[in-house]
């Protein structure tokens, strides 16, 4: 069974403060990983993918990988109001993607 | 450019109805695929197409779900006799890659079985 595990939340946090979201996953062999952001209502939009070990940056977004580990986190630079929505982490097994069931962000102005 | 399409938005489908679901996917994009969402849940895998050929169909729940991509473009998610079990959101992504590349999302059909 492929798994991947986030902590459901909320995570609150002020205006202007860092945000830190967390995933685990269970398969080893898993090469790709991503984050998705859906607003209520709207469907999953990618907004970091990672394939190797270490950080990668985006604007205010910086996705970590650690394999070894086994563990993906975005972190969000600078949160504002619009950055509320559920993040949501995915791993790739073959061909598809295993969802976890997302972190709700509420940034507070 | 356009992204992927999805139709119908909404659809309300009485317990034993048959419904169709159609995903457009991004213009170029070998790989689709199909999820259905809970609310308050992540996305599940349900099947994957590259091209044509339907080569994982692991995550369709019941032999009343039934996908196809004749042409290697357009696809169409079949579900006959709803279930009230099938209310869902039933979301398409399209991928350039062939395997564990970025996919993208459509808007997603909420289906509801009364």
């Known amino acids: 069974q492929k798994e991947v595990e986030q902590n459901s939340g909320p995570l609150s946090v002020p205006e202007g403060a860092i945000a830190s979201l967390n995933c685990t996953y269970s398969d080893r062999g898993s090469q790709s990983f991503f984050w998705y952001r859906q607003y209520s209502g709207k469907s999953p939009e990618l907004i970091m993918s990672?394939?190797?070990?270490g950080d990668k940056e985006d604007g205010r977004f910086t996705a970590q990988l650690n394999k070894a580990s086994q563990y993906v986190s975005l972190l969000i630079r600078d949160s504002q109001p619009s950055d509320s929505a559920t993040y949501l982490c995915a791993v790739s097994y073959g061909n598809k993607l295993v969802f976890g069931a997302g972190t709700i962000l509420r940034v507070k102005s | 450019g356009a992204g992927v399409s999805q139709s119908p938005r909404y659809k309300v489908a009485k317990r034993g109805q048959d419904v169709a679901l159609r995903c457009d996917p991004i213009?170029?994009?070998?790989?689709l695929f199909w999820y259905q969402q809970a609310l308050g849940q992540g996305p599940e895998f349900l099947t994957y197409?590259?091209?044509?050929?339907?080569?994982?169909k692991s995550g369709l729940p019941s032999d009343r779900f039934f996908a196809e991509r004749p042409e290697g473009s357009v696809s169409t998610l079949k579900i006959q006799r709803t279930q009230q079990e099938d209310s869902a959101v039933y979301l398409c992504?399209?991928?350039?890659?062939?395997?564990?590349?970025?996919?993208?999302f459509g808007p997603g059909t909420r289906l509801t079985v009364t």
């Open positions: 197409f590259q091209n044509e050929a339907q080569l994982d």
């Open positions: 992504a399209s991928s350039f890659a062939l395997a564990g590349g970025e996919q993208y």
């Open positions: 990672i394939y190797s070990n």
């Open positions: 213009s170029g994009h070998v790989s």
